[in-house]
């Protein structure tokens, strides 16, 4: 059964770099037709698409973060991760990383909260 796990600091100072991490278990990175996403919610908001890599390293990102997004991967460790730069207070959220495939955003880490504060 395919499982993501976030991991990484649960806080982070305003002005530096938040950065997490998605390790995938039981299915490669690599297999074609996968994208994998980091989406966030804030306290009391909606969720928020921030970005995917691709089965062929290929990323993506919403132009509501990209000036401030990174997601890269180490296909050895077969996981993906995010960072953010820049933060601030408003950048507190629960942090998820998910797979979509065959048209099924499907599953979910349990998510992250990361704290911006200092």
């Known amino acids: 059964q395919v499982q993501l796990q976030e991991s990484g600091p649960g806080l982070v100072k305003p002005s530096q770099t938040l950065s997490l991490t998605c390790t995938v278990s039981?299915?490669?990175?690599?297999?074609?037709?996968?994208?994998w996403n980091w989406i966030r919610q804030p306290p009391g908001k909606g969720l928020e698409w921030m970005g995917d890599?691709?089965?062929?390293?290929?990323?993506y990102y919403s132009p509501s973060f990209k000036s401030r997004t990174s997601i890269s991967r180490d296909t050895s460790k077969n996981h993906f991760s995010l960072q953010l730069s820049s933060v601030t207070p408003e950048d507190t959220a629960v942090y998820y990383c998910?797979?979509?495939?065959?048209?099924?955003?499907?599953?979910w880490g349990q998510g992250t909260l990361v704290t911006v504060s200092s």
């Open positions: 890599i691709r089965y062929d390293g290929s990323t």
């Open positions: 998910a797979r979509d495939y065959n048209w099924a955003l499907d599953p």
């Open positions: 039981d299915f490669s990175i690599t297999i074609t037709g996968a994208h």
